[in-house]
């Protein structure tokens, strides 16, 4: 019989914010029903004697505790004998990313794993985004900078990303000029990237939609800073409840629809002034925290429930 262990892959615990991490709030409502947490970092992970196996520790997370967790004894676990597994580090997606999915493609059959790692590997967040392009603002993936230069041209300011980062790290806004030599290095350091027409109603605030199993659950508005563009948290921004639209709906359904189809079962996506940003995070999807705090409903009940615990 499976024990009643959800094991959690994720940055280590003194890099969690208690106050808004989703990793924490989805341990605490499965400590609730009574799960023991097994906790380890990506590096940790190895394939031993043809086990999966981590070298981590059992933990307990709390939000009354001046420490919100702490660590009850270390040992190396074979991850088959949990009953599930969720893969919460933060990108980059870099190949150290990848090998994890690799590795753990050998018990997703065995176990529960959000997301099915294969599914992480196969769904570039941002690169995703262009089977929906017709709901997002003008955007091109691109190294060539030439086209870069056409792009800006056409559309006079404009947003450029990396493909595969994370949190509002390295987005650079461009409005007056093209800078060779700083698009260059861009380049160099990231490879191919994410070029967007800018919408300058990002002032409002951007739209996080949570969708789980296939369904619309909750969604929050983040209001960059004074000065800022970027809506992540992380950068200052100000989360608030919102509504969707009927357009917001409608694509949110589509896109969910499809995630699920591809076996994602948690996942997060951005929409400003009711264009789909091209952000659709499957890695380590956020917000889940924030949204309790500004509703008091907690999807993080929706999330269990909907995988039978």
């Not at 991490?21 to 947490?37: G, M, V």
């Not at 981590?56 to 009354?64: L, Q």
């Not at 969707?244 to 629809?257: F, R």
Request: proline fraction near 4%; glycine fraction near 6%; charged fraction near 25%.
């Amino acid at each position: 019989m499976t024990n009643k262990i959800v094991a959690i892959q994720g940055n280590h615990p003194t890099e969690l914010n208690p106050k808004n991490d989703t990793s924490i709030f989805l341990a605490i409502e499965a400590q609730n029903k009574k799960y023991k947490i097994f906790y380890y970092e990506p590096k940790d992970l190895s394939i031993i004697n043809d086990k999966v196996v981590a070298k981590g520790y059992y933990i307990k997370f709390s939000y009354s505790n001046k420490d919100f967790f702490k660590i009850i004894n270390e040992q190396t676990l074979d991850l088959s004998k949990c009953k599930y597994l969720l893969i919460r580090q933060d990108p980059p997606f870099n190949l150290e990313y990848i090998s994890t999915t690799y590795m753990l493609d050998k018990i997703k059959d065995k176990i529960k794993i959000i997301n099915n790692p294969s599914s992480i590997r196969n769904i570039s967040e941002k690169l995703y985004s262009s089977s929906f392009q017709k709901f997002m603002p003008n955007t091109i993936f691109t190294k060539d900078i030439n086209e870069i230069k056409k792009f800006f041209i056409k559309n006079k300011k404009i947003i450029i990303k990396p493909i595969h980062s994370f949190g509002g790290n390295d987005i650079h806004l461009i409005e007056k000029k093209i800078e060779k030599k700083m698009l260059l290095g861009f380049i160099k350091k990231h490879g191919h990237i994410m070029c967007q027409k800018f919408l300058p109603k990002i002032k409002f605030g951007d739209k996080r939609v949570f969708l789980i199993n296939g369904k619309i659950c909750g969604a929050i508005s983040r209001v960059p800073k004074i000065g800022s563009f970027l809506s992540n948290m992380s950068k200052g921004a100000i989360p608030i409840a919102i509504k969707l639209t009927k357009t917001e709906t409608k694509i949110s359904n589509l896109i969910a629809k499809d995630l699920k189809k591809n076996n994602i079962y948690f996942s997060g996506i951005d929409f400003i002034d009711q264009k789909l940003n091209g952000d659709i995070n499957v890695t380590s999807p956020t917000g889940l925290k924030t949204f309790y705090d500004l509703t008091n409903i907690n999807l993080a009940k929706n999330f269990w429930k909907g995988l039978g615990a």
